[in-house]
């Protein structure tokens, strides 16, 4: 059986042997398994929406435990706290405990997107930027996962 990491997302931090153009270094990838059990595959991004990637075709299998080891784990995407106040160049702040939704780029560098109360509208919600700040991997260690329930569009 190969040593071959668990699905989630990943950073590449080397070519993938005999796949350098699709899988470059540097890189966002996503490590899964077919439902039947079958061989692990790795992904490209494909469509990203609302802050998140999602992945479709082509698929490549992941046959390879010496490149597999070579990759970045990353955290899920999804909504968090932060651990600290974030400070900006020219003034301004996120607050310790502010509600963020991680997502990435392509590179595989996280990205956060502060939660908004929007004051003036009469629905009790959060709202996420498609504009956020790109952090550097120690700060993604620290976030705190924030449960927040999906609801089906279908429930409302």
Same mark, same amino acid.
């Given at each position: 059986?190969?040593? @071959? $990491?668990? $699905?989630?997302? *990943?950073?590449?931090?080397?070519?993938? $042997?005999?796949?350098? +153009?699709?899988?470059? %270094?540097?890189?966002? &990838? *996503?490590?899964?398994?077919?439902?039947? /059990?079958?061989?692990?595959? #790795? &992904?490209?991004?494909?469509? =990203?929406? =609302? =802050?998140?990637?999602?992945?479709? +075709?082509?698929?490549?299998? @992941?046959?390879?435990?010496?490149?597999?080891?070579?990759?970045? %784990?990353?955290?899920?995407?999804?909504?968090?706290?932060?651990?600290? %106040? #974030?400070?900006?160049?020219?003034? /301004?702040?996120?607050?310790? !405990?502010?509600? #963020?939704?991680?997502?990435? !780029?392509?590179?595989?560098?996280?990205?956060?997107? #502060?939660?908004?109360?929007?004051?003036?509208?009469?629905? !009790? %919600?959060?709202?996420?930027? +498609?504009?956020?700040?790109? &952090?550097? +991997?120690?700060?993604?260690?620290? @976030?705190?996962?924030?449960?927040?329930? $999906? &609801?089906?569009?279908?429930? !409302?």
């Amino acid at each position: 059986m190969l040593d @071959l $990491p668990d $699905p989630g997302l *990943y950073r590449t931090t080397q070519p993938m $042997p005999g796949h350098e +153009d699709a899988f470059p %270094a540097g890189v966002l &990838v *996503y490590v899964g398994q077919p439902q039947n /059990g079958g061989v692990k595959f #790795v &992904v490209r991004p494909g469509q =990203n929406r =609302n =802050n998140r990637w999602f992945w479709g +075709d082509p698929t490549t299998p @992941l046959r390879s435990p010496s490149w597999a080891k070579t990759l970045r %784990a990353l955290p899920s995407e999804g909504f968090y706290t932060l651990p600290e %106040a #974030v400070e900006f160049e020219g003034g /301004g702040r996120w607050l310790k !405990n502010a509600i #963020v939704q991680l997502g990435y !780029n392509e590179e595989g560098r996280g990205i956060i997107f #502060v939660g908004e109360q929007r004051e003036a509208d009469s629905t !009790n %919600a959060l709202y996420f930027s +498609d504009r956020g700040m790109v &952090v550097e +991997d120690t700060m993604l260690e620290r @976030l705190i996962w924030a449960p927040i329930l $999906p &609801v089906p569009a279908s429930s !409302n």
